[in-house]
């Protein structure tokens, strides 16, 4: 097992792996940068190595000072978390050479999956389907275009490198082919270091449906069934939930085996994801193949609550040399979980991203309730990374039932100091169509007006209700009187 693990990351997935060790008796080792220094992941730590100044590139992501630290620290084994160096293959090989064991997939299956193109091939070869499309024979825009041609139009131009739709784009006739190709080029180039492109066929309204796999170094692979994830913002989750309210069983049960196969081909080990677009409904649904994840997902708690498995101690066991925690048959799900992600953003002035220090932080708490976060009352939000603050999970035994329960868990979701998406999470699990299941890919655009009118209907009220937390403590009573209290008198700083 596992002796001492080095977590190669910050905010709330750190203090996951954290607290994963502290319940397996494996030491933890936190790593920080000059603006963490004082970060909870810090202080949850057995120990802490500083890795350098607050900008990403001198700190979580400089491989060479995150191998000092678990070097000059005794760590047998580093953890990437998600994000930052989490997907990138030298640094997998780099920990492996190094004497550290790597918790995630070997780097050979990363590079495998990494390359849209060469996932795209093997996958065919395993015979898991995928988006009708074609890889020019060149990256010449004359061999592009003809590959979209050929193709049809509307379609989709991605980049082989990189994610999160960074360089994606349509084409939906002749007119915009060159411009789209030129610009979807420049920007893989810029984002990725590779503007190779390829062309799949644009599916219109479909849904994001993943499965979350794990395999182990035995030739053992299971799948932990599905997360419905089309609930997203310029390619971004920002609602996750499980089971998919329209997969049906049939539909459900290929899509496992796909992943399977997928894993397989791979030649994975460690948890991952296998991603898909769904078209259509019921057992004549089409799903296709998307793209692997090759590591943790941000949304790994809906798989957690919705079949009771704890998949960062599988991964730390796994990572060991340990067998499958269990086998296909011994697995199921049972109830409906919705995870919402909790981002120090503004919703209303174009998600601009806030930071400052939270004046008030108070979770939620009840049955089917769990947080993962990774702030607390009166620390700082910084500028330099992700505005994630914490995710709100909650199980329930049906999906409205579920809905609701995040609802009531959301309003009582008191922060003050910078602003949040809460409002946002609101109007999307208040919406028709959400609460009947009938989303896509695009309903956050195509519902905008709706959603924006519902947000500032709310702004009102939750402000006046996180006010009202702050003077009375949590407790529904006014600290130090029993008289009425305005609380809008009663804060220094606020701005909402």
Same mark, same amino acid.
């Given at each position: 097992?596992? %002796?001492?693990?080095?977590?190669?990351?910050?905010?709330?997935?750190?203090?996951?792996?954290?607290?994963?060790?502290?319940?397996?008796?494996?030491?933890?080792?936190?790593?920080?940068?000059?603006?963490?220094?004082?970060?909870?992941?810090?202080?949850?730590?057995?120990?802490?190595?500083?890795?350098?100044?607050?900008?990403?590139?001198?700190?979580?992501?400089?491989?060479?000072?995150?191998?000092? $630290?678990?070097?000059?620290?005794?760590?047998?084994?580093?953890?990437?978390?998600?994000?930052?160096?989490?997907?990138?293959?030298?640094?997998?090989?780099?920990?492996?050479?190094?004497?550290?064991?790597?918790?995630?997939?070997?780097?050979?299956?990363?590079?495998?999956?990494?390359?849209?193109?060469?996932?795209?091939?093997?996958?065919?070869?395993?015979?898991?389907?995928?988006?009708?499309?074609?890889?020019?024979?060149?990256?010449?825009?004359?061999?592009?275009?003809?590959?979209?041609?050929?193709?049809?139009?509307? $379609?989709?131009?991605?980049?082989?490198?990189?994610?999160?739709?960074?360089?994606?784009?349509?084409?939906?006739?002749?007119?915009?082919?060159?411009?789209?190709?030129?610009?979807?080029?420049?920007?893989?180039?810029?984002?990725?270091?590779?503007?190779?492109?390829?062309?799949?066929?644009?599916?219109?309204?479909? %849904?994001?449906?993943?499965?979350?796999?794990?395999?182990?170094?035995?030739?053992?692979?299971?799948?932990?069934?599905?997360?419905?994830?089309?609930?997203?913002?310029?390619?971004?989750?920002?609602?996750?939930?499980?089971?998919?309210?329209?997969?049906?069983?049939?539909?459900?049960?290929?899509?496992? %085996? $796909?992943?399977?196969?997928?894993?397989?081909?791979?030649?994975?080990?460690?948890?991952?994801?296998?991603?898909?677009?769904?078209?259509?409904?019921?057992?004549?649904?089409?799903?296709?193949?998307?793209?692997?994840?090759?590591?943790?997902?941000?949304?790994?708690?809906?798989?957690?609550?919705?079949?009771?498995?704890?998949?960062?101690?599988?991964?730390?066991?796994?990572?060991?040399?340990?067998?499958?925690?269990?086998?296909?048959?011994?697995?199921?799900?049972?109830?409906?979980?919705?995870?919402?992600?909790?981002?120090?953003?503004?919703?209303?002035?174009?998600?601009?991203?806030?930071?400052?220090?939270?004046?008030?932080?108070?979770?939620?708490?009840?049955?089917?309730?769990?947080?993962?976060?990774?702030?607390?009352?009166?620390?700082?939000?910084?500028?330099?990374?992700?505005?994630?603050?914490?995710?709100?999970?909650?199980?329930?035994?049906?999906?409205?039932?579920?809905?609701?329960?995040?609802?009531?868990?959301?309003?009582?979701?008191?922060?003050?100091?910078?602003?949040?998406?809460?409002?946002?999470?609101?109007?999307?699990?208040?919406?028709?169509?959400?609460?009947?299941?009938?989303?896509?890919?695009?309903?956050?655009?195509?519902?905008?007006?709706?959603?924006?009118?519902?947000?500032?209907?709310?702004?009102?009220?939750?402000?006046?209700?996180?006010?009202?937390?702050?003077?009375?403590?949590?407790?529904?009573?006014?600290?130090?009187?029993?008289?009425?209290?305005?609380?809008?008198?009663?804060?220094?700083?606020?701005?909402?």
């Amino acid at each position: 097992m596992i %002796r001492r693990l080095l977590v190669a990351n910050r905010g709330e997935i750190a203090i996951r792996v954290i607290r994963a060790c502290r319940e397996l008796g494996i030491e933890s080792v936190a790593v920080y940068s000059d603006a963490d220094d004082r970060a909870p992941h810090t202080l949850a730590a057995d120990r802490a190595v500083r890795l350098g100044p607050p900008a990403s590139a001198e700190s979580y992501l400089n491989i060479d000072r995150v191998l000092e $630290a678990a070097h000059s620290s005794g760590a047998d084994a580093v953890h990437p978390g998600y994000g930052f160096l989490s997907e990138r293959p030298h640094f997998a090989r780099a920990c492996e050479e190094s004497g550290l064991t790597f918790v995630g997939p070997p780097a050979p299956a990363m590079e495998r999956m990494g390359s849209k193109i060469g996932a795209r091939r093997l996958m065919q070869e395993a015979g898991v389907p995928v988006v009708p499309g074609d890889t020019p024979a060149d990256q010449s825009e004359a061999s592009i275009s003809d590959a979209v041609r050929r193709v049809g139009f509307p $379609a989709l131009l991605k980049p082989s490198a990189g994610g999160g739709g960074i360089g994606m784009k349509i084409v939906r006739d002749e007119s915009a082919l060159l411009e789209s190709i030129r610009s979807g080029a420049r920007e893989a180039q810029a984002a990725f270091g590779d503007s190779t492109l390829y062309v799949e066929r644009l599916i219109e309204q479909p %849904r994001h449906v993943e499965i979350q796999i794990f395999a182990d170094a035995h030739g053992g692979v299971v799948h932990l069934f599905e997360r419905e994830c089309s609930v997203q913002r310029r390619h971004q989750k920002v609602i996750e939930e499980s089971p998919c309210p329209m997969l049906s069983a049939v539909v459900r049960d290929a899509m496992g %085996r $796909a992943a399977v196969a997928a894993a397989h081909a791979a030649g994975y080990r460690n948890a991952g994801t296998v991603e898909f677009l769904l078209e259509g409904s019921g057992d004549a649904a089409q799903f296709y193949f998307l793209e692997m994840n090759t590591r943790l997902q941000v949304e790994h708690p809906v798989t957690e609550a919705i079949t009771g498995v704890d998949l960062v101690h599988a991964q730390l066991r796994v990572a060991s040399g340990e067998p499958l925690p269990w086998s296909q048959a011994a697995l199921g799900q049972r109830g409906h979980a919705i995870e919402c992600r909790i981002y120090a953003e503004d919703p209303a002035q174009g998600f601009l991203p806030q930071a400052g220090t939270l004046l008030l932080y108070q979770e939620p708490q009840g049955p089917g309730i769990r947080i993962d976060s990774g702030v607390v009352e009166g620390g700082e939000v910084s500028v330099h990374y992700d505005p994630l603050l914490a995710k709100l999970v909650v199980l329930a035994e049906t999906r409205a039932a579920a809905i609701r329960r995040a609802i009531v868990a959301l309003r009582d979701f008191h922060l003050l100091g910078i602003r949040t998406n809460i409002p946002l999470l609101l109007a999307i699990l208040d919406h028709p169509r959400f609460q009947a299941g009938r989303i896509d890919t695009g309903f956050l655009d195509a519902e905008s007006d709706r959603l924006h009118q519902a947000l500032a209907a709310r702004a009102l009220p939750r402000a006046a209700s996180a006010a009202a937390a702050v003077h009375t403590n949590g407790t529904g009573r006014p600290r130090g009187t029993s008289g009425t209290v305005d609380p809008f008198t009663t804060l220094t700083g606020w701005r909402g």
